[in-house]
């Protein structure tokens, strides 16, 4: 296979095993190009590409961005905080102006589940998904499986185990999805509050005593508490603390050294951003076995990889 069926990246449910070994593969030989001295490639110089960022970001934003420069490509930011949606103007309307600008292919992240299909529906161009709500966040998973594919080679029979904020996370839905399709056994972890029953349906293992999961698996991947999405203010409807949570759930050094007394080493990833002394301890999240920083490198990679497949579509 030499390029993707859709001419979107909507999500990692509309992918092929063979679509999702595309992608990282090509990422693969990215990083090849912004490991050497001269770290741009003319590919797609004559592409303009316009970033929108509807909701905040630091990694997915700035590697789409170096990314696409990286490509060669001419680029665009938009932050709605700054934009004329504070005046009302509509996400269709929004981006039929930026579009009116010639622009070739349109990278959005929103807060509404669903705005990417929303808006692939609407307009001609490509349109990749850096994040819709709790949906999905497909480059987060493919450079999470690139990351697991450094470390163990395969993904086929590894156990992964996602700790956390279940509820709320689009990283979490992509990366079963994804980590599925490639082979991998996944588990999520987390209070039942925190965990929708239909995970029980997708094939996943669930699990609430964060000890049997660390037990179980060769990865654990720590998912942040969103706070922001569980409706603001002092009071948490879903756990009764963050202490509380971090007494329950944390992963610390105390907890991996347990579940690796017979021998086996855990591999530690985190989307970002963390919440470091919640769901995850410092001495972890910078701990030997951390791969958190090796996952922002290769988001580079993958988003390079996704917009040149994407772009390779475009007519001449
Ligand atoms: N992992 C991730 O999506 O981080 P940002 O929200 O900073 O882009």
Same mark, same amino acid.
């Given at each position: 296979?030499?390029?993707?069926?859709?001419?979107?990246?909507?999500?990692?449910?509309?992918?092929?095993?063979?679509?999702?070994?595309?992608?990282?593969?090509?990422?693969?030989?990215?990083?090849?190009?912004?490991?050497?001295?001269?770290?741009?490639?003319?590919?797609?110089?004559?592409?303009?590409?316009?970033?929108?960022?509807?909701?905040?970001?630091?990694?997915?934003?700035?590697?789409?961005?170096?990314?696409?420069k990286r490509l060669s490509a001419d680029v665009v930011n938009f932050s709605a905080a700054s934009s004329s949606v504070s005046k009302g103007e509509t996400l269709v309307d929004t981006?039929?102006?930026?579009?009116?600008?010639?622009?070739?292919?349109?990278?959005?992240?929103?807060?509404?589940?669903?705005?990417?299909?929303?808006?692939?529906?609407?307009?001609?161009v490509p349109i990749v998904n850096a994040g819709d709500g709790t949906h999905e966040h497909p480059t987060q998973a493919l450079l999470d499986a690139l990351s697991l594919k450094e470390?163990?080679?395969?993904?086929?029979?590894?156990?992964?185990?996602? %700790?956390?904020?279940?509820?709320?996370? &689009?990283? $979490?839905?992509?990366?079963? !999805?994804?980590?599925?399709?490639? #082979?991998?056994?996944?588990?999520?972890?987390?209070?039942?509050?925190?965990?929708?029953?239909?995970?029980?349906?997708?094939?996943?293992?669930?699990?609430?005593?964060?000890?049997?999961?660390?037990?179980?698996?060769?990865?654990?991947?720590?998912?942040?508490?969103?706070?922001?999405?569980?409706?603001?203010?002092?009071?948490?409807?879903?756990?009764?603390?963050?202490?509380?949570?971090?007494?329950?759930?944390?992963?610390?050094?105390?907890r991996l050294a347990c579940a690796e007394s017979g021998g086996k080493k855990i591999t530690i990833m985190h989307p970002g951003p963390m919440n470091r002394g919640v769901e995850i301890?410092?001495?972890?999240?910078?701990?030997?076995?951390?791969?958190?920083?090796?996952? %922002?490198?290769?988001?580079?990679?993958? &988003?390079? $990889?996704?917009?040149?497949? !994407?772009?390779?579509?475009?007519? #001449?």
């Amino acid at each position: 296979m030499t390029e993707l069926r859709s001419k979107h990246l909507l999500g990692i449910r509309g992918l092929t095993r063979a679509e999702l070994e595309l992608i990282i593969d090509t990422a693969v030989e990215f990083k090849g190009v912004i490991n050497r001295p001269i770290r741009k490639v003319p590919t797609l110089r004559d592409v303009t590409v316009a970033n929108l960022f509807f909701e905040d970001s630091t990694r997915t934003r700035l590697s789409f961005e170096l990314a696409e420069k990286r490509l060669s490509a001419d680029v665009v930011n938009f932050s709605a905080a700054s934009s004329s949606v504070s005046k009302g103007e509509t996400l269709v309307d929004t981006v039929h102006n930026i579009l009116a600008m010639k622009v070739d292919l349109v990278v959005m992240r929103h807060p509404h589940p669903g705005a990417a299909h929303f808006l692939a529906s609407r307009v001609d161009v490509p349109i990749v998904n850096a994040g819709d709500g709790t949906h999905e966040h497909p480059t987060q998973a493919l450079l999470d499986a690139l990351s697991l594919k450094e470390q163990f080679g395969q993904l086929d029979g590894l156990k992964v185990t996602i %700790v956390g904020d279940i509820r709320h996370s &689009r990283v $979490a839905l992509s990366n079963i !999805l994804c980590l599925q399709k490639l #082979g991998a056994d996944v588990m999520v972890c987390g209070p039942s509050t925190l965990i929708p029953k239909h995970y029980a349906s997708m094939g996943v293992h669930v699990e609430h005593d964060i000890d049997k999961a660390l037990a179980w698996c060769d990865v654990a991947n720590v998912l942040r508490i969103q706070l922001e999405r569980q409706g603001g203010g002092d009071h948490i409807p879903f756990f009764p603390s963050l202490r509380e949570y971090h007494a329950q759930y944390g992963v610390t050094k105390e907890r991996l050294a347990c579940a690796e007394s017979g021998g086996k080493k855990i591999t530690i990833m985190h989307p970002g951003p963390m919440n470091r002394g919640v769901e995850i301890a410092s001495d972890v999240a910078d701990g030997e076995r951390s791969v958190i920083l090796n996952q %922002v490198e290769n988001g580079v990679a993958v &988003r390079m $990889a996704v917009i040149y497949l !994407l772009a390779s579509g475009l007519g #001449g």
